[in-house]
């Protein structure tokens, strides 16, 4: 008798366990540029001051992680595949900039082929820093599509760099612009080929020939 009724104890003890909750799904990757995993061959950075790029003398553009002192040597990893024409008129105008990452926003636009047509029309004769006050002059709609050729042009710059390098956090620091410059957001210098034949992330201003780290 004493045994029925700890088999009934039992019993009724094993319907009142918790059964433990399905654990949840894990959630789908995020799609984008930030929480997607990298391509083959893309390079996957906590944020764009991590990159370095190194421009050779033929306008080649090379990546490596972490950003070299200057001087330094500089390993010619991966190649990025950039539109040569456009982001020589980044590097060069940063270049001159006296952070070094930085490039004037009209100058840039000058240079990308981004102006107004009235203005293109004569902008030779037009000092850069006078561009601003030009294209305000041109009335409201000449101003809307200027700011909408930025958004287009800076957007396709973006992209090509964003092929080959992904960042975790702070993607919108690529190329953004503040008041009436775009700053590059990532380290850069040209690289300059040491006697020794080492390549070194040397200096901040294109290739002269016999130029030294």
């Known amino acids: 008798m004493i045994g029925e ?6 019993m009724l003890l094993r319907k009142r366990e918790v059964v433990p909750a399905p654990k949840p799904a894990e959630p789908p990757p995020v ?4 929480g997607r ?9 906590p944020d764009w001051s991590h990159l370095a790029i190194g421009v050779d003398a033929a306008w080649r553009y090379y990546a490596q992680t972490p950003v ?3 001087g330094a040597a500089f390993r010619k990893g991966t190649e990025l595949a950039l539109s040569r024409r456009d982001w020589r008129a980044v590097f060069e105008l940063a270049a001159a900039s006296p952070s070094g990452r930085s490039a004037p926003l009209y100058e840039l636009m000058r ?3 981004a102006l107004p047509a009235s203005i293109s029309a004569c902008e030779s004769a037009i000092d850069p820093s006078e561009l601003p006050v030009h294209i305000a002059a041109a009335g409201p709609a000449a101003a809307r599509t200027f700011e909408r050729d930025v958004r287009a042009k800076l957007t396709r710059l973006r992209y090509e760099l964003r092929r080959s390098v992904r960042v975790t956090s702070g993607d919108d620091d ?14 850069f210098r040209f690289l300059i080929e040491a006697p020794s034949g080492e390549i070194r ?3 901040r201003s294109p290739h ?5 780290a």
Do not use: W
Not at 5 to 10: G, I, K, N, Q
């Open 31 to 34: 799609s984008g540029p930030i």
């Open 37 to 45: 995993e990298p391509a083959p061959g893309q390079l996957l950075l």
């Open 5 to 10: 009724e700890h088999a009934a104890v039992r």
């Open 201 to 203: 992330f040397g200096s």
């Open 208 to 212: 002269s020939p016999g130029e030294s």
């Open 111 to 113: 240079r990308l082929d």
């Open 174 to 187: 690529l190329l953004a612009v503040h008041r009436d410059a775009v700053a590059t957001g990532f380290a």
């Open 68 to 70: 070299p002192d200057r």
